[in-house]
């Protein structure tokens, strides 16, 4: 795991003036708001959901020190859960999709608990093992999930109001709210003394076991708020497409996930929002102009970035800056 | 104070900027009677995968032909000049087929989607039709449940069913001393509704259906399948499979030896693309029903040579179904003066219509299900083969009311 113990997470915050504790989350709200105008807006969600998705995973990742390489499990699983819900109870979406993130939760309860006993390349091996077994549940449970088919038709209920069931711009504005609460949600994580006990546990297991916490437990919890804030995303991206497919159970959801989160940079949560927009928006564009070797691009840029700059985008742009500002002060 | 004053300054201009956000948006739309002045056909197909040869590229071609013959016919009386044929790839997956119709029909402005082979994927393009209120015009997927279950105003089949086909080939065979089958089908809509209407149709000639026996889709390897289909020694294995899967099943069957312990295998969809990629020879005097051939009589002949200068290959009934939707469409936008879909609709809804492709065609208002007379046709064997892609004899014409089942009988209950 050298990549991550790479990645310097959650650098000392001291450098930042609160003028820009607030310019960032301003900036990046606006830019929320502002999205659906300068894209397509179903693209806009999708880039805003997997850009919850990927933070959820550098939850994880970047700071506890764990690659799951299983959580199409929760992303799938919750969006399954959420449509039908929804389509069986008709009740709000933001109803149905919570609904998907506490399922997700309790699905991630057993299976943390289990896969955090083993690290590294075993932990990643324990969680992909699980994400398949759910998988071939999806798949085989067609009765329920529709198989191939998919889960069609999942319906946009939201009070009653008309744009926001039927014009997916209102929608994206009725949608937000959740993810940036997902996003909020993490941030508190890691900012508390908890998410310190994590980047503990991670830098130096056998002292943080040493100074008296109980890492697996630890470990599990972080597994279980990772799960739900995918729920989260999962449910959203389901009702915002109308359809769950059993691609968003498969192993390489779980693939993609990893890669916008390298490419943005481990352990910067903003970062997962980086990684997300520029796949979002290079697979649309790709797609858009009639390319088909969308795989091909996207792979050599996350070559690229991972040769060049390890830090992801995000990383790499904050490591300047941060070593601008210390090589000012004396 | 100071973080308050921030925290308060920050979340109205959140809530002005939200605000400014709801207002100004929606749909724009011009005052004409087309919007943006064009009209625009939409393919979504697989460009790229299983079902490429039986649609794909070639039908961007045929309804090129079809908006070309349309201008021809009209010429400054067209009601619309610009027309635009765009396509689109879903790989044959429904959600992708999902998402990619809801932008077509938002983003790309599109008018109608025409094609869209996968019937779980043709199921979920119909629901954004239903959404979006805008046509579709479903040629190359064959579930019942279009036109059935969950049939809507703005979806139309236009070129087959899986009633059509298991009430010519799976009867056919069954009373050709066929009795016990075994079917072996993909595991999504098409195979599984396949497997229902050739069950019931092979039931009523007085056969039966042993075992049926799903398979992944796509996929690569049948041996397993094969082997399992082969251990109950049936009469008959049905194959439900079409495109790649077919030629795949079909060579790996061939191999099997499961031919020698005089097993027979039925083919549920073939087109006239799986004979040419294997050959006559692997399907020398297999029965099969064929909606439509393009040398079945001189008209059809004549489209066809069209399409070989066009292509360089000779058309399936895919290609041929999606011409003649694209022609009917663009009839009926005439007819109707605007690219409005309720407008358009009403002009196709209970016509009757005869074309290259449709034969004593009708375009069924209950249940938006276009019937035609189809065929019953049988390959040749090699040695009377008389020139390229002259692989099939028409033992019989199936009557447009014994093919397709009665309006009454498909479940649709048609609401917008």
Redesign the interface.
Known sequence: MTVITEAPADAPAPART?ALR?ILP?AG??AA??L??LV?P?VALDIVALALFAIALDLLLGYTGLLSFGHAAFWGSSAYVTGLIATHYGVPFPLAVLGGAVFAMILALPIGYVSVRRSGIYFAMVTLAFAQMVYFIGYQW?DLTG????L??VPRSFFGIE?VE?????FY?AALPILLCGMAAAWRIVHSPFGRVLVSIRDNTPRARALGYDVDRYKTIAFVLSAGLTGLAGGVFAIS?????L?ELHWTTSGDVVLMTVLGGIGTLWGGIVGAFLTVMLADQLASSGF?GIDLITGSVFILVVLLFRRGVWGTVRHQWQRRGSARRP | M??KR?RAG?SA??MA??LS??AG???GGGGGAFTDDKLVLAVLND??GIYKDASGPNTVKAVRMAVADYQQKYGDKAVVTKIEVTST?HQN???IA??KA??LY??GGADVILDVPTS?AA??VA?QAK?HKRLFLDVSAATTALTGAQCNKYTFQWAYNTYLLANGTGKTVTQNGGRKWTIIYP???FGQNMTKSFTEAITKAGGTVQESIPT??PNENFATFLTKAGSSAPDVIGTMHAGGDLINLVKQFNESGLKDDGVELAVGLMLINDIHSLGVEQFAGTLFTDPWYWNMDAEARAWADRFLAETGTRPSFEHAGNYSAALQYLEAVQAAGTDDADAVIAKLEGKKVNDVFLRNGEIRAQDHSVVHDANLARVKKPGDVKEDWDYEEIVTKIPAAEGFPPAEASGCAMTS
């Open positions: 609160p607030w301003a709200l606006t708001l502002a659906p105008w397509y179903p067609s198989g191939e088919n998919g069609q038709g744009p039927t014009n997916s711009f209102y504005y497409h109308g359809f769950v497919a691609t088909h | 100071e973080s921030m920050a201009l959140t900027l939200l956000a709801c948006a929606g749909p460009q790229s790839d997956k429904p959600d999902n998402t809801s932008e938002e983003r779980s199921l979920a629901n959404n595991d999504y809509e992944p889709f």
